[in-house]
């Protein structure tokens, strides 16, 4: 009896959403990243195709890094003060995006205004020639007053910005279509959130195609799993036909790392865990390849070694296109 | 083709005795036709009932048990490709590579310094893949004794030959150990490991895999373990998506057999990664090089998420906890019964020294936020749990200010009313704990 054939078909395919637009396209950048486009579940080459590699980016925070946890401090804090200095630096270390976080513009962080913040943007984007992730303060009120004029200074470079959510959503949708940026909706670990979201961003304009989902993370061992099985359960739907979920993943996974004391522990308080300048990097970079896994084609990370190491990993897995 | 489960109690005694481990005969039947239990895991099922099931009554994918006693590894009987759809079974065992040429002593230490205490679970490096570098099966054969007594663990016994692999088959087979032989088995490894009743490891390619294990089969070998052999990562993952999902969506028995891979990659950090990967998608048993902790732990706790069941949450009893021997003037601290945060804030706690009660508020086994956002962890239910633990009683007048999680600051305001006490918002982290407690509690209290 030969081996049976266990090939599957599938009816829907993963949009492919490109970030960034060259000098052709009406901005500065010097490349553009395209995530998504697969036709079937992760690295399945002999059933499905494989357009295009994952892709990651590396944070850059408006407040810097002085809360980050020192591993990731190590590399970082010379150039943290800097903006600038730290986003030139994320293309030499390996970044495919710069992913400006606006922390600062928090109220509790400084308050930087909204002015500030388009400057801030419009600095970073002066610094590198690599496309651009923006992602507000994560407070509703903040986000309103700082992500338009950002969205304005950016206008022409098809920036990626976050996060539109499910009680918050109109002022950014308006701004990234008013100025044509890609748009990151976020919905809590579930899949009919994210749906209902998406319906929400379609009524008001937003094309499905221009939207990247992220349905919050946790580090590895520090509620990944269940992310992991609603991205998982996302993308068997979207493949299956389902347009409202059809879209690429994104996880800003950098900052959960800095609260697994596996991966943050110092020597003297944890021997039995091992070097901590490997055990951290390392941690970050199993979480990524865990949600590669899953789905998840976008990663947001702190530190530039687990980029590395999540990158030379892709490299070994991910289906040649 | 497919028994019901109806057709299979009628094969059964219907005694109930209870000894499957499910209370009656139909429950059994349900699992059986469920493909969760085979029917021989009923003890008194008879003869002419097993062969009227025949094999349509063995779950596809075969279990396979490596070693004896209490931490014998039972591997494979696996029913589903995602774990949303039910859950997955029986934890893939993490072995660690062994020359019989080592120093035999520090490599055991090795492996049980690879234990770790997680979630309120052990986690470790629980099989050795023991390698006949010397070329000698007589030294293969002592080494694995060695491991089997002083260690408890399972082996898998790699050579290049049947032969080498013979004296420890034979010598040692009430341990069981796992024969792989290099790009095998060969007639002699199948004849071996069939008069011995081991299992072995059917190396190479689907094609190859699919006519040896039938082979073997016909040679009486009845538990095998497939292998891919050293491909690339990508080619391994698919190796073990393709044997799983011929298993379970084709009932295509040659290749229902649960999957060894090793991770390959000479560079330690890649090395660990490609462990992770594989653990997550059905391998069997994964073999790691690497034997420093930075490396295994992140793939040892890979294993234990992706094992979880998905239905059940994993938490803790819903009760005041006592840590350290507290008193009346101890810190009553608040947090949700999900394992993960109690175990976190119980580290933190008895790393602190500080003798404290831990309040596990019923959250249904969610964490802070999202028992906050999903209405379970609000001031009413910590008021609640508060007064049915009475745990205000055994505090002193002064002392009843419960600390609340930092994530949840927003509700300290509205719980104070509800109280009538004080509240004490705590760091964001339980890893703030310590220093809290040991400095700033004494202040609040003073
Ligand atoms: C995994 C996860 C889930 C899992 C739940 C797993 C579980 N058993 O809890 C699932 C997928 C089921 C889930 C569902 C939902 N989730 Co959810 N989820 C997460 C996620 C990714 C990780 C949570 C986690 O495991 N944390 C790890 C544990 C250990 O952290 P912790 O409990 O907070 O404990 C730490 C501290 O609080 C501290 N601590 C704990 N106790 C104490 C006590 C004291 C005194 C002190 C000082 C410190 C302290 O110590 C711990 C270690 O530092 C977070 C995002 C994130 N990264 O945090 C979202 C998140 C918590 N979820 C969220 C939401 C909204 C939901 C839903 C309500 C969405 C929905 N579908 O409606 C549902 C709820 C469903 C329900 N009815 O139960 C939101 C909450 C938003 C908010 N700010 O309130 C979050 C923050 C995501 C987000 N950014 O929007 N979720
Ligand atoms: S062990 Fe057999 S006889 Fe006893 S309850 Fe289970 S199925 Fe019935």
Known sequence: MPVPDVKEKFSGVVHAVTIGATSEQGGSRTRTVTIGGETGLPMLSFEAEYPHRPAFALEVNTAGADDWHSQARKHVGEVAADLEKWAAR????????????LDAAHPDLGGRSPEECADDVKRVLGATGLPLIVWGADVDEVDNNVLPKCTQAAAGENCLFGTAKEANYRTLAASCLADSHKIIAEAPSDINLSKQLHILLGDVGVNVQNIVMHPTCGALGFGMVYIYTTIERGRIAALGGDVLMQQPVVVNMGKEIGRVKEATSPDEDAPQWGKLDVRAP???????????EAGAELFIMRNPEALQQAKTAVEALWPKA | MALTGLDIYKLLPRTNCGDCGVPTCLAFAMKVAAKQAALDECPHVSEESQEAAGAASQPPQKLVTIGSGDRALKIGNETVMFRHDERFHHPCGIALLVNDTDDLD????TVRSLSFERIGQIIDVDTVALNCASGDGEKLQEAAGRIQTELSLPVVLIADSADKLRPAAEGLSDGRPLLWERGGPSDALVELAASAKLPVVVEGDLEKCDADTQKAKGAGVEEMVLCPGEVSPLETLQFLTVTRRATLRRTYRPLGYPVLV??????????????CHYVDKYAGIVVLEVDSPEY??????????????????????????EINNPTETSPLIVTTNFSLTYYSVLGEVEASRVPARILTVDTKGTSVLTAWAADEFGPEQIKDAIEKSGVFDQLGEGYRKPIIPGLVAVISGELREELEQEVIVGPKEASGLGRFLNNEWPKLVG
């Open chain 2, 106 to 109: 520090a490599r055991m230490e």
């Open chain 2, 296 to 321: 295994v732990l992140p793939v040892l706790v890979t294993r234990q998420g992706i094992y979880i069941d998905p239905q059940v949450p994993v938490q803790v009893e819903a009760k005041v906890h």
């Open chain 2, 262 to 275: 090793r991770a390959w990659a000479q560079d330690p950090v890649q090395q660990s990664l490609e462990g």
């Open chain 1, 90 to 101: 994320c293309e030499e270390w390996g970044a495919d995006l710069v992913c400006l976080h």
């Open chain 1, 282 to 292: 390392l941690w970050e970079a199993a979480t990524a390849v865990g949600y590669m």
